[in-house]
């Protein structure tokens, strides 16, 4: 099992940057692809990003793609979401995942493939 605990939420301007990180326990960090999701509010969950347990491959939804990075450190079971040119329809509640993988070029694409979750964190643009 994994557990995931999210930081980095907070109030931004419309144009602004956060930098989201999720922390795991356990110590086979490097066994788990492990991906973002997100909800705002009235609407259904979304997902962001995923990345291969190597950090070498990753998938980005259309709505984030260009504006949104992804990456992991294993060596601090750390995975970080730096966000920029941040929009008021990206305010939601971000949800860190993390699915366990044998396969070493598996990225997840949907929350439907995901296994653990933390309890999120809030982002909110201001326009």
């Known amino acids: 099992q994994v557990q995931l605990v999210e930081s980095g939420g907070g109030l931004v301007q419309a144009g602004g940057s956060l930098r989201l990180s999720c922390e795991a326990s356990g110590r086979t960090f490097s066994s788990y692809a492990m991906g973002w999701s997100r909800q705002a509010p009235g609407r259904e969950r979304e997902w962001v990003t995923g990345i291969s347990w190597s950090g070498g491959i990753k998938y980005y939804s259309d709505s984030v793609k260009g504006r949104f990075t992804v990456s992991r450190d294993n060596a601090t079971n750390t995975v970080h979401l730096q966000m920029n040119s941040l929009k008021p329809e990206d305010t939601a509640v971000y949800y860190c995942?993390?699915?366990?993988?044998?396969?070493?070029?598996?990225?997840?694409?949907?929350?439907?493939?995901?296994?653990?979750w933390g309890k999120g964190t809030l982002v909110t643009v201001s326009s």
């Open positions: 995942a993390a699915v366990k993988t044998r396969v070493n070029d598996y990225v997840p694409t949907h929350e439907s493939h995901m296994d653990y």
